[in-house]
């Protein structure tokens, strides 16, 4: 009974991280982020300023949060320790992408319109960078665990979110018409791939 409790204040809180974040950005979209306040956020989303803080401890947060880290570490556990470490983490990166976009992918364009155009969240924004880089390290889990082995993980992480970053960018600017993991995998292979059967960050054909 205990779990079943447990669980369904998990799905709860989930529920208002989602609505807070949903309200924060139609609201940034709509008034400009400098113009949105957190008290206006609460009041969209129906809660307190202190349950909007609870969920974001900054405005930033409203807008850059997210579960990408998570998923792309997942994703980075699951590929063959043989492969590359690039096709391995561009691979990760496309198919975490494929996962957002298939939600709502209005909502992550949305969000990423408003960190290239805000100065604060372009701040932050490289903050995020490190996170997800060191999520990408983590997923590899004992293959980086010394230290050459480590930095060579890094250097591998660093440059294929450098590339990803030019993908989102060019899919704001195409308003997101673009298949946004396709575009990660050009991007990724105009950086790193020599011609071969399959485009770094596409996902290889079944055995």
């Not at 609201?27 to 306040?37: I, K, M």
């Not at 980075?76 to 492969?83: K, L, R, V």
């Not at 939600?103 to 969240?121: E, H, S, V």
């Not at 990408?136 to 294929?160: K, M, Q, W, Y």
Request: net charge negative; aromatic share 4%; glycine share 6%.
């Amino acid at each position: 009974m205990a779990g079943r409790h447990s669980t369904l204040r998990e799905q709860r809180r989930a529920e208002t991280h989602r609505l807070i974040q949903a309200h924060a950005v139609r609201l940034f979209v709509a008034r400009g982020y400098d113009s949105t306040t957190v008290n206006d956020v609460a009041e969209a989303a129906g809660v307190s300023a202190m349950t909007v803080y609870r969920h974001f401890p900054t405005k930033e947060d409203l807008v850059l949060a997210d579960q990408n880290g998570p998923l792309v570490a997942e994703r980075i556990a699951a590929t063959p320790a043989g492969q590359p470490l690039v096709r391995r983490i561009g691979g990760a990166l496309a198919e975490s992408a494929r996962t957002l976009t298939e939600g709502d992918d209005r909502f992550l364009l949305a969000r990423l319109r408003l960190m290239i155009a805000t100065p604060a969240l372009r701040a932050r924004h490289l903050d995020n960078h490190y996170v997800l880089q060191q999520a990408i390290v983590d997923g590899l889990g004992e293959e980086a665990t010394d230290p050459d082995a480590a930095f060579r993980a890094t250097a591998a992480a660093s440059a294929c979110l450098a590339v990803m970053h030019t993908a989102l960018v060019r899919w704001a600017e195409d308003d997101g018409r673009a298949d946004l993991p396709d575009l990660i995998a050009t991007a990724l292979a105009a950086a790193f791939e020599t011609p071969g059967p399959t485009p770094l960050g596409a996902s290889p054909p079944p055995a």
